[in-house]
């Protein structure tokens, strides 16, 4: 256990004197370190990087079903019976009322999430324009999640006021043909690579607990650092009934925390943020956020159950955190940007 303990220090030390993990690497040591020290050295790597700062962002689900794509994983899709609220693009008025309250909770960042391949046509002009007025008229940050944009769109969404795009890689490139096949991975990897050239912060991650291995987490991971995402949200299934996946059974709180910590490892300097099955982690993920994770999806998720506001912002007084831009303490890295 002296040796163990031992070479996970100077791993630790390495990465923070500028070594990255990569694929060459032995990474065994993800998998086999005890849980407790490989969270122990993902907490120094999280406080180096991050400091006291975790950052929240919140969501709506800007129009809803009747979605094209197969994704097994997804209420959303047209080809599962899942029983999901169907609309069309919410009412502007609707979007800012929401994104408003969010900004007066406390919540960094505000985003609108869309069904569908690609939010296009009408909907989205309505959606520049939600975009322009929010920009116009709040503080929040701005974040959007539309699907598969051409680079055009990508550039009216920045000039509109967007700086993060969110586009999930969902797994690894081995196992994403067994959860979608009506697009591929190589689209998404388009699509992302289009929105860092438009000028647009990144936030890309995926879903654990779909029947992939560890090293397809690891491998999601290592793509996530080659891409140089500055945000890396992780969910953790929960099965929905009617899709593909909704006999799975839900992860273990600790294989969800080893995947935090690992993903903390190999992006060092990138927000690993936590998103669905939060409630899956004892305390709602409070010990997640002190080895590794640097932010969380607050609010009321799409099609999960989600914490409010208000209770994460208690959260982290009583863990000695911050959320407040002027209290960040990252000396380095990408952690808390904005």
Not at 111 to 137: C, H, N, P, Y
Not at 212 to 224: F, K, P, V
Request: hydrophobic share 35%; with cysteine.
């Amino acid at each position: 256990m002296a040796d163990i303990e031992k070479n996970l220090s100077r791993c630790v030390d390495e990465i923070l004197a500028g070594r990255r993990l990569g694929r060459k690497d032995d990474l065994t040591f993800l998998l086999t370190t005890p849980l407790p020290l490989l969270q122990e050295g993902a907490g120094r790597l999280q406080k180096h990087f991050c400091g006291n700062h975790i950052d929240f962002c919140t969501i709506i689900n800007g129009r809803s079903g009747r979605c094209g794509e197969n994704c097994k994983y997804c209420a959303q899709a047209a080809c599962h019976h899942t029983g999901i609220e169907e609309y069309g693009f919410l009412p502007k008025e609707e979007i800012i009322k929401n994104a408003r309250a969010n900004q007066e909770a406390g919540a960094n960042r505000f985003a609108i999430v869309t069904s569908g391949r690609v939010l296009s046509g009408k909907d989205f002009d309505r959606a520049i324009d939600t975009f322009q007025e929010m920009k116009r008229t709040l503080k929040i940050d701005l974040c959007a999640s539309l699907g598969l944009l051409s680079r055009e769109q990508l550039r009216r969404l920045h000039d509109a006021g967007v700086t993060s795009y969110h586009h999930n890689i969902e797994t690894s490139r081995r196992f994403f043909p067994q959860i979608c096949t009506t697009h591929t991975y190589d689209d998404r990897i388009r699509t992302i690579h289009m929105a860092q050239e438009e000028g647009f912060c990144v936030c890309s991650g995926g879903i654990i607990g779909m029947g992939e291995t560890w090293q397809d987490r690891i491998d999601m991971a290592l793509d996530l650092q080659q891409l140089g995402i500055e945000s890396i949200p992780i969910n953790a299934l929960m099965p929905i009934p009617g899709t593909p996946l909704e006999g799975r059974e839900q992860l273990p709180a600790g294989d969800i925390l080893r995947t935090i910590a690992l993903f903390r490892f190999i992006n060092p300097t990138a927000n690993i943020r936590l998103a669905a099955g939060r409630k899956l982690l004892p305390q709602n993920g409070a010990t997640a956020f002190l080895t590794g994770a640097s932010a969380s999806i607050t609010g009321n998720m799409l099609t999960t159950s989600g914490t409010t506001i208000r209770e994460d912002m208690q959260m982290l007084a009583d863990l000695g955190l911050t959320n407040r831009d002027d209290d960040c303490q990252a000396s380095t890295g990408t952690c808390g940007a904005r």
